[in-house]
T-cell receptor, first 112, second 109 residues
Framework: DGGITQSPKYLFRKEGQNVTLSCEQN?????MYWYRQDPGQGLRLIYY???????QKGDIAEGYSVSREKKESFPLTVTSAQKNPTAFYLCASSILPRSEAFFGQGTRLTVV | SQELEQSPQSLIVQEGKNLTINCTSS?????LYWYKQKYGEGLIFLMM?????EEKSHEKITAKLDEKKQQSSLHITASQPSHAGIYLCGAAVNNDMRFGAGTRLTVKP
């Protein structure tokens, strides 16, 4: 079945470590997005990519990095520079920028 | 930048009651999306509205976009426990999507 898959579902990180969250889609979508969700808050855009080998910063890109080497993959690295990384991370994709987005099931990252 | 404000922040209704959630934009909307989220899960697409005055329905959920395309409402008729969750509106901004803070709906049996 077509869809968007995030892994792992839960992730624990020690302070000072970098971690990478995986996002894979087999929908043949050009655009992909990473959002962060904190309790009681909406989604805040971290990075987005409209096409392979191109990506743009969102509202809260500091402390995060991404790559888009393949159309189907858009991994997010949470670096040690991100001061408050504990959150729920959601990846999404859409066939075109600004069209309906499909979401993965999310990754809950906890710093221990 | 485009901002989406949702109201109310949370809503508790008795099963069988109707309810409305609002989404207001600071700028003209060129595409308004409604999503539902269960706690700890991804977002499920409900409906998309593009034209001023447009109205769409799916089962007991109806969404409208006003003529000026700056406000949308989501109406649930005869609510059920399965309607419980967080409802978020999203809008296309430049080449990305932005979301409101969400409305948490609780339906009491």
């Amino acid at each position: 079945d077509g869809g968007i898959t995030q892994s792992p579902k839960y992730l624990f990180r020690k302070e000072g470590q970098n971690v990478t969250l995986s996002c894979e889609q087999n929908l043949n979508h050009d655009a992909m997005y990473w959002y962060r969700q904190d309790p009681g808050q909406g989604l805040r855009l971290i990075y987005y990519s409209q096409i392979v080998n191109d990506f743009q910063k969102g509202d809260i890109a500091e402390g995060y990095s991404v790559s888009r080497e393949k159309k189907e993959s858009f991994p997010l690295t949470v670096t040690s520079a991100q001061k408050n990384p504990t959150a729920f991370y959601l990846c999404a994709s859409s066939i075109l920028p600004r069209s309906e987005a499909f979401f993965g099931q999310g990754t809950r990252l906890t710093v221990v | 930048s485009q901002e989406l404000e949702q109201s109310p922040q949370s809503l508790i209704v008795q099963e069988g009651k109707n309810l409305t959630i609002n989404c207001t934009s600071s700028k003209t909307l060129y595409g308004l999306y409604w999503y539902k989220q269960k706690y700890g899960e991804g977002l499920i697409f409900l409906m998309m509205l593009q034209k001023g005055g447009e109205e769409k329905s799916h089962e007991k959920i109806t969404a409208k976009l006003d003529e000026k395309k700056q406000q949308s409402s989501l109406h649930i008729t005869a609510s059920q426990p399965s309607h419980a969750g967080i409802y978020l509106c999203g809008a296309a901004v430049n080449n990305d999507m932005r979301f409101g803070a969400g409305t948490r709906l609780t339906v009491k049996p």
